[in-house]
């Protein structure tokens, strides 16, 4: 039996808030769309994917309605410079966590979390995505406040945002909802049963019926809660990064991040450890956010056409005289 918890948004641990953003993919599966927008090979995330603005730039924005930009990092990725290079002029040395390779999702966290624990031991963290699309940012910023709240809470825990599923996607994450543990001002939060990644049709089309949501991949949590998740099923990707410091606080020269890349497996963050470890996870179902991972040409067109733009309907391709990035978002 749990005690219901009641959390209004404290500003219990405020300031020991971080931010995230993960931005050293490649986009490859977006690419043929993204080389039509800008002309060249960039990732998406580097490219005005919807209106004038690089989803980067629009991620920066909506991360900055939740905290200051002084506590916010981004992961990125070095063999990218000629593309963020002009994106985030203005950015402190030590807010830019500058990867030598893309070594897929648990690397850039874990690069994240040893760079934060040495900055700040009790910090707790948000990771954000760089490639998604919210159709209500404020409301995001209000639930992600309300994850930090029970992350304080609940320090062990690793707290996950779930989106209602509008359909048996089979490119998703899914997180399938268990007992509650507390509430918030806008929803309850559950413990987590299972997270499965990019599950076959049938069974993602189950996991729907049940009731199971969609994993927006946005996580909070202590930087410990993160770390003890990494201990428990990387704990070889751990011991590799164990002399990784903060830029500028005796921070390993650029020779020797080359050759720990090198050698470095590439894990899924959501394959081998949410997926790995669920007991550790608790998940906050949050609704009419209108959210869609801009994982693929269709996706955009989706977003497009739900913003009244006309003349987009094949994936990849605009319409005669159209480029995407029109600026009508």
């Known amino acids: 039996m749990h005690t219901e918890l009641k959390i209004h948004g ?8 971080w931010g995230v953003i993960l931005a050293g993919g490649d986009g490859m599966r977006l690419r043929p769309l993204t080389r039509q927008i800008a002309g060249d090979d960039r990732p998406k995330q580097f490219c ?6 690089s989803l980067l730039q629009q991620t920066r924005n909506r991360v900055s309605r939740i905290l200051p930009g002084r506590r916010t990092l981004l992961v990125l990725n070095e063999m990218h410079e000629r593309f963020y290079a002009g994106q985030v002029a203005g ?10 390779a893309n070594r897929g999702t648990a690397a850039a966290i874990l690069y994240a979390l040893v760079c934060l624990r040495a900055r700040d031991p009790r910090g707790l963290v948000a990771f954000f995505p760089s490639d998604h699309y919210f159709a209500d940012d404020a409301l995001l910023a209000t639930h992600v406040a309300s994850a930090f709240a029970a992350a304080a809470l609940r320090p ?41 990644e990019k599950p076959p049709r049938p069974v993602a089309s189950l996991m729907m019926e049940r009731g199971c949501l969609w994993n ?77 991972d801009l994982g693929n040409p269709s996706r955009v067109v989706t977003v497009l056409q739900r913003c009244g733009v006309q003349g987009v309907s094949r994936p990849g391709l605009a319409a005669p005289g159209q480029k995407f990035a029109s600026g009508q978002i």
């Open 91 to 100: 950015v402190p040395p030590q807010g830019l966590l500058i990867q030598p």
């Open 48 to 53: 005005a994917v919807l209106g004038n603005a």
């Open 10 to 17: 404290s500003k219990q641990d405020s300031g020991h808030r």
């Open 216 to 292: 927006s991949f946005i996580m909070v949590g202590r930087v410990s809660a993160f770390l003890r998740l990494i201990r428990r099923t990387l704990p070889g990707l751990l011991e590799s990064f164990k002399s990784v410091r903060p830029p500028g606080i005796a921070a390993m020269g650029p020779g020797a991040m080359r050759k720990l890349y090198a050698r470095l497996p590439a894990p899924s963050f959501s394959r081998e450890v949410l997926a790995a470890c669920p007991s550790r996870l608790l998940v906050l179902p949050c609704a009419n956010l209108r959210w869609v």
């Open 156 to 196: 062990a825990s690793v707290i996950l945002l779930g989106i209602a599923p509008e359909t048996p996607e089979v490119d998703y994450g899914w997180i399938e909802p268990g007992a509650l543990v507390a509430s918030t001002s806008l929803s309850p939060i559950h413990r987590v049963v299972q997270v499965a």
